[in-house]
């Protein structure tokens, strides 16, 4: 009796159709998932940059006019930001009258609304 080593090429081709099969329900959700944590970074530095200017109106009586009065260290020495965050596609955070906003992903976020607001970007 002869004994058969490695397996035939019905074999492999199913064992590949199988995970193809597989992969094609999988790559969808992860793509899905970057969005929703570049959407949830945009969240974060909107409330980290809202607490910095925050910070700052206490300090100087008045809000920052933008993102960069934050970087840049003031004549009392304080910084409040290391660095100046951006979107994930590049674009800059607004401040007005000590609200923070971005348009992301043609999203509108806010730090005065309660959930991104489609259409407004």
Known sequence: MQTRNGF?????????SLILIFASFAVPRFS????????????ADIRTISNA???????????PASVDD??????????????KPLTPDKGEYQIADGVV???????????DAASPQEGEA
């Open 101 to 111: 906003s971005a348009d992301y992903n043609n999203k509108h976020f806010s730090s």
């Open 32 to 43: 899905s998932a970057t969005k929703t944590a570049q959407e949830a970074k945009v969240q």
């Open 8 to 16: 035939s090429l019905l074999e492999m081709l199913i064992c590949v």
């Open 53 to 63: 200017a925050a910070l700052y109106e206490i300090d100087h009586g008045v809000f």
């Open 70 to 83: 934050l970087v840049t260290q003031g004549s009392d020495g304080k910084q409040y930001l290391q660095f």
